[in-house]
């Protein structure tokens, strides 16, 4: 008898190969006997993200050129790529038979929707985001269901007035993390934390006295935040004794961030991509981060305070939805400051810094004032 076969198809960054790997893992919980044929690019990071995947039967890495309006010139370069990876998705598709490909977006579901499409096989999308992506959208009409992470989705399952909103189904987001990982010792953690920074060696080590930033970036980090932090504490001395951070800085960051903050005598633990990254949501007292959907989820998986600043770009507002939202559902938790507002004015960051409790505290004895600004 044939193995059930499924077909996962993510690339381009961890906020599509994170969630499509753990989609795989709960099919491989219904489906143990099955073979899971994992499809993603071939740049570093996503070799790293799927390599120590156990359940993958196969995992097949397929070069992808990245579109970018600014470089209009490539578009040619980037269609044959994607006819060729068309091809490609019908000769894999015809020789393992999948009864379904599963995808969460990125220019590479849209070469193996239309193959599923064109052999009749089952094609499930999941857009993650509260706005779809452009590749989830362009597989609407092939699509068997759309499930969503965002009820408020339902709208936008839609061409002009083409109705796709019959094939909506609202899922929850496929976190990484079990209730295990609520269970946590913050003092191993820490330990483990410094072992680390002494293999690095560091000068500068984590204790529970101090109050622990964790900036998150995503796996392709964010300039603008590391921008933040770097000024706010260049411009705010003082609190550098009060502060350790957990940075995650992106795989593309070339600053010498760990130099950077010893220089400023703060404890600080870098990384790009990391599996147990659970273990740094444990610690956080205060987390700064953009507004990808996996990362909204987690923070509000692991019930952390945050301050959200939603990525604003020619080609994409998703963020600015997906922070909103969840900030309407857990509003105790998220800070939502709009791109736009702190480049013309950084002080509104400083000031959600202080609502939070990054403040200077005064130190003459006969006043316990802390020059916070009130929530």
């Known amino acids: 008898m044939r193995k059930k076969t499924v077909f996962f198809v993510a690339a381009g960054s961890g906020g599509h190969i994170l969630p499509a790997l753990q989609l795989a893992q709960q099919w491989h919980h219904w489906h143990p006997d099955g073979r899971i044929v994992f499809f993603t690019g071939t740049r ?12 993958l039967t196969r995992v097949v890495h397929l070069p992808l050129r990245t579109f970018s309006l600014r470089r209009w010139w490539s578009i040619p370069l980037v269609m044959a790529n994607v006819l060729s990876l ?36 089952k094609l499930d999308v999941h857009e993650l985001n509260v706005l779809p992506g452009k590749a989830i959208k362009a597989l609407f009409p092939f699509a068997s269901t759309i499930y969503c992470s965002f009820a408020q989705t339902r709208p936008h399952c839609r061409w002009g007035v083409f109705d796709f909103t019959h094939k909506f189904q609202e899922a929850e987001y496929p976190l990484r993390f079990t209730q295990n990982d609520l269970t946590h010792d913050t003092a191993a ?12 060696n560091a000068s500068h080590f984590f ?30 001395p003082v609190l550098a004794p009060q502060l350790q951070v957990i940075h995650q800085t992106g795989a593309f960051q070339e600053q010498p961030w760990e130099t950077w903050y010893a220089s400023h005598k703060i404890a600080a633990f870098t990384f790009s991509y990391d599996e147990r990254v659970h273990d740094y949501y444990a610690l956080a ?68 810094l202080k609502r939070h409790g990054v403040c200077e505290k005064n130190n003459h004895p006969e006043q316990s004032v802390i020059n916070c600004i009130p929530a």
């Open 189 to 200: 953690i820490m330990q483990r934390m410094n072992q680390a920074l002494a293999k690095r």
């Open 44 to 55: 570093e990071l996503e070799k790293k993200i799927v390599k120590n995947s156990t359940i």
């Open 285 to 352: 007292d205060l987390i700064i981060c953009r507004a990808g959907a996996g990362t909204m989820f987690e923070i509000a998986f692991f019930q952390k305070p945050c301050i959200v600043i939603p990525l604003n770009a020619p080609t994409t507002t998703h963020q600015k939805y997906n922070a909103l939202a969840m900030a309407e559902r857990y509003p105790a938790l998220f800070t939502v400051l709009l791109q736009e507002a702190i480049v013309s004015n950084p002080e509104l960051f400083a000031d959600a």
């Open 207 to 236: 204790n529970a006295s101090k109050m622990t930033l964790f900036i998150l970036g995503g796996s392709q980090g964010s300039a603008l935040l590391n921008n933040l932090i770097k000024n706010f504490i260049e411009q705010n």
């Open 86 to 121: 068309f091809f490609k998705s019908i000769f894999y598709t015809l020789w393992y038979r999948p009864e379904r490909v599963i995808s969460t977006g990125g220019m590479m579901a849209v070469p193996f929707g239309l193959a599923a499409y064109v052999t009749r096989k």
